[in-house]
């Protein structure tokens, strides 16, 4: 009889200030869940989730949370406490922003690769929402702790060095929430 193979682990990024927001933006509900729900619900088939959190958000039985240290570290910060949180069982990891208008589009393709960065259809980058190897992960994660430590990098000082492919994806799955305004043309077009 064949192995199931073990899903990939889901660290979703959701320390974030929500400055240009002007409030937190994680609990900015949609049809009548938080962004934070929503992106949580779309890794649902993860194991481990993993939420990397600033704020004492309430999240699911099923959901660990870490936060990035120091606190407000910072996305590459952020990553490096997700890493720390994972052990055992999946070889990989989604690398999900929480602040998406359609997490389940994000999450879709990452699913779909076997490792990759999304891109958009300039073919920029967008370093939080990746598929990627632990082991890269983790090797990277320690190289960056051995010259001064993750605080205050960006993510792609962890991501943009593993060499992962980019990978086009359609405009509703890189898609995120910065201002209000966002939010409001996100339920204005569904």
């Known amino acids: 009889m064949p192995t199931v193979p073990h899903p990939p682990a889901a660290i979703v990024i959701a320390g974030g200030r929500s400055t240009r927001f002007g409030s937190d933006k994680l609990s900015a509900q949609v049809d ?17 989730v993993v939420v990397v959190t600033g704020s004492e958000a309430r999240v699911a039985d099923h959901v660990v949370t870490v936060s990035e240290y120091p606190r407000w570290g910072g996305p ?13 069982g999946a070889a990989d990891a989604l690398i999900v922003a929480a602040d998406l ?17 999304l891109a958009d259809s300039d073919g920029r980058p967008q370093w939080l929402l990746a598929r990627a ?16 430590g993750t605080a ?4 792609r000082a ?13 405009a509703d799955a890189i898609t995120d929430i910065d201002v209000r305004e ?6 204005e077009n569904r």
């Open 32 to 48: 009548g869940r938080s962004l934070l729900e929503r992106t949580i619900d779309a890794v649902a088939g993860c194991r481990p």
């Open 76 to 88: 590459c910060a952020a990553l490096a406490a997700g890493l720390t949180a994972i052990d055992g």
């Open 101 to 117: 208008a359609h997490p389940e589009a994000a999450v879709a393709g990452l699913l779909a690769i076997e490792s990759g960065v």
């Open 133 to 148: 190897p632990l082991d890269a992960l983790r090797d990277r994660r320690a190289e960056l702790e051995a010259d001064g």
């Open 152 to 155: 205050g990098r960006a993510v």
């Open 158 to 170: 962890i991501i943009g060095e593993l060499g992962l492919p980019l990978v086009d994806a359609a």
């Open 182 to 187: 966002d939010l409001d043309r996100m339920k």
